[in-house]
């Protein structure tokens, strides 16, 4: 049996070292399939590739297992389509950051929080020919915290994605579970489309929830902060004042916080 890890960040490197450590399978018996982005060196996550080449662990490109029968590939933030018409196996898993059908595609740290949800989950399903359409093996559910931002939910993601890898993954090598087929009538999707983080604009003509919303869902520091009035906004609190000016007004501002009308309650924004 070969194992093989497809991915990146802390949630790869954990469950391959996992492996390694709970003997489940040995260093001859795992490879890795590395994202494109992974250059081989550790940033605020872990690198897969250093990882691997540390540890003496293949690094193999997808096309190597295609003819390999006795393949298990788990797929964790991988960043490549994979072709299941390809594969000799049928044991291709991925681990997705949502509780499908629900938020299929990307940016479910983000779109979440922006249509205001109380809850998300991680997701090991089957990979078929569709976008995150295959039938569910095992699912975990988690609140979103009414102040968490991408980052926050993104975290919470990796936690319980990697418990999920933990508690799930010897029922796969044993091939001792059971799928449910996921249900389309429940099902969204989002593409790379479907938000521009290149030119990312808070609508300030909303609710002070609303606005609350799109700041918490695009603040991740080690990749962008939402930027309002030529300052990044740090974190936002909805006051108990509402001035009845426009919508997007600067009621007053300091060095670290403007205070902004919105359609219903003013909110504070605090600045770097």
């Not at 030119?199 to 700041?215: T, Y």
């Not at 009845?244 to 670290?256: D, F, L, P, R, Y």
Request: proline share 2%; hydrophobic share 35%; glycine share 6%.
């Amino acid at each position: 049996m070969t194992v093989c890890i497809a991915g990146k960040n802390n949630i790869a490197v954990d469950s391959c070292r996992w492996l390694l450590r709970e003997k489940i399978v040995t260093k001859k018996d795992l490879v890795v399939c590395v994202n494109g982005t992974d250059v081989g060196a550790d940033g605020f996550q872990q690198s897969l590739k250093r990882f691997a080449l540390n540890e003496g662990i293949p690094v193999v490109q997808l096309e190597q297992l295609y003819r390999i029968k006795e393949l298990i590939l788990i797929s964790l933030e991988f960043d490549k389509i994979i072709d299941v018409n390809k594969f000799e196996s049928e044991q291709l898993f991925n681990i997705h950051f949502s509780l499908l059908p629900k938020y299929r595609g990307v940016y479910t740290s983000a779109w979440p929080i922006l249509n205001g949800e109380k809850e998300s989950g991680v997701t090991l399903h089957r990979i078929d020919s569709g976008i995150d359409t295959g039938p569910v093996v095992r699912q975990v559910r988690f609140d979103i915290d009414s102040n968490f931002t991408a980052r926050d939910l993104y975290f919470k993601y990796l936690r319980y994605g990697t418990e999920l890898f933990k508690a799930s993954f010897r029922k796969l090598l044993e091939k001792d579970f059971e799928t449910r087929s996921q249900n389309d009538n429940d099902a969204s999707y989002y593409n790379k489309n479907s938000i521009n983080y290149d030119q990312l604009v808070i609508d300030l003509d909303q609710s002070a929830q609303n606005v609350v919303r799109q700041i918490r869902a695009f603040s991740f520091k080690e990749y962008q902060l939402p930027s309002l009035f030529g300052k990044d906004v740090q974190r936002v609190e909805i006051l108990d004042s509402s001035s009845g000016i426009k919508a997007g007004t600067v009621i007053e501002s300091s060095n670290n916080e403007i205070k902004v009308a919105t359609r219903d309650y003013d909110v504070c924004l605090y600045t770097d």
